[in-house]
């Protein structure tokens, strides 16, 4: 019995130590799984980063649209144009603003990120009506010029409005080979110095508006130029008197430049920037009694951008010509952008608009 007794407890023992053993081989062979399964994933972890960091395709670049401002001080509608550039997912533009000399654009001065720093350091100061607006737009394109990827060289006022957003903005302008600028012969006596011949022959004197959009071909014209520019410098001044000359350099230099160099084929001879002109209630006479239209912040209603929408031809009086207005061989809508507004006028129509 005791023998028995004995033996069996050294029996169960020996079952005992087994059970360990079995025990401890499974075990054992589970961390070698989960090792295994663990290294699988890793090794396919490392795969996949080291394919993503060398083997991926690098982000598409777009060509962009460089947006030239030119202001006085402050861009007043920096909100409405942050709303705008949002819309933009592709990092399809840049900007350049032209303020005066030691203006600086930081967190004080605008509420809008995208103009942080975007002031040229070399800017100059403008007098309007004078041929300082032409060196600005020829400083402003000169830096923008530097970015290989800028395709389109689009010139806006301060007071300017986007009325769609980015998206049919840029596909509309890059939809063309061509730049946009607001062209005609200009046969209103006055206007042409006949000091600026034989350089500039009254044959290709044009006027238009200063708010074109320019391809890189036509910047590096305008960049270039050393012709036309000292002319204008020299016979093209504002008027000291209503009855002398009035030339208006920034709204016949670009246009003349163009009809100069024979380039006119390569140019859709309207602007997509809407001015109002108001002959009426005009008080000044600088501009053969017109004066652009500011609107205010009653003016801004949704129905004045629909009319301003709405707009599909424009009629060039001078030449008898009617520019119905496409885009993509299609019936479009004239003008992309809008001015004069002033901010409160801005922020209202903001409210009503979407731009993302
Ligand atoms: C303007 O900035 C550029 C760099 O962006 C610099 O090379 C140049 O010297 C600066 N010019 C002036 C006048 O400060
Ligand atoms: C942009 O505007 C156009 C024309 O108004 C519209 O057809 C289009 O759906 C808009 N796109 C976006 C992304 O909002």
């Excluded at 004995?6 to 059970?19: E, G, L």
């Excluded at 499974?26 to 795969?47: D, M, S």
């Excluded at 032209?98 to 007098?127: E, M």
């Excluded at 957003?165 to 046969?187: A, E, K, L, P, R």
Aim: aromatic content about 14%; overall charge positive; charged content about 25%.
């Amino acid at each position: 019995m005791k023998r028995r007794s004995s033996s069996f407890s050294h029996k169960s023992q020996q079952y005992r130590w087994r059970r360990n053993l079995f025990a401890l081989l499974l075990f054992g062979l589970c961390c070698f799984f989960t090792l295994l399964i663990f290294e699988a994933q890793y090794t396919r972890i490392k795969l996949f980063a080291s394919l993503y960091r060398h083997n991926s395709p690098p982000l598409p670049q777009f060509p962009k649209i460089a947006f030239l401002f030119i202001a006085r001080n402050r861009l007043p509608l920096d909100i409405v144009w942050d709303a705008f550039f949002q819309g933009d997912e592709d990092n399809k533009f840049s900007i350049f603003v032209h303020s005066r000399p030691g203006f600086l654009f930081n967190k004080a001065t605008t509420k809008s990120v995208y103009f942080l720093n975007r002031q040229l350091n070399d800017s100059i100061q403008v007098d309007w009506g004078g041929s300082s607006m032409i060196e600005a737009e020829r400083i402003l394109l000169r830096h923008a010029l530097e970015d290989p990827s800028n395709e389109r060289f689009l010139f806006l006022s301060d007071s300017c409005l986007p009325l769609y957003n980015f998206s049919y903005t840029y596909d509309y302008i890059m939809s063309t080979s061509t730049s946009f600028v607001d062209s005609f012969s200009d046969t209103k006596e006055g206007r042409y110095n006949p000091k600026m011949h034989p350089v500039i022959p009254v044959h290709n004197w044009r006027k238009g508006s200063q708010w074109a959009v320019l391809t890189r071909k036509h910047a590096h014209i305008v960049v270039r130029d050393d012709s036309v520019f000292p002319m204008f410098q020299l016979h093209c001044k504002p008027a000291e008197g209503w009855k002398e000359h009035n030339c208006i350099p920034d709204e016949h230099y670009v246009q003349t430049l163009l009809a100069q160099e024979g380039l006119e084929g390569e140019i859709t001879r309207r602007g997509v920037t809407h001015t109002s002109w108001d002959v009426k209630s005009s008080k000044v006479r600088e501009r053969q009694g017109w004066h652009p239209v500011t609107y205010k912040l009653a003016d801004a209603t949704p129905s004045l951008i629909q009319s301003i929408k709405d707009i599909d031809n424009i009629n060039y009086e001078t030449e008898y010509r009617k520019e119905w207005c496409t885009s993509k061989g299609k019936p479009a809508p004239c003008f992309l952008f809008a001015r004069k507004f002033t901010r409160p006028a801005a922020l209202r129509l903001l409210n009503m608009a979407s731009y993302t």
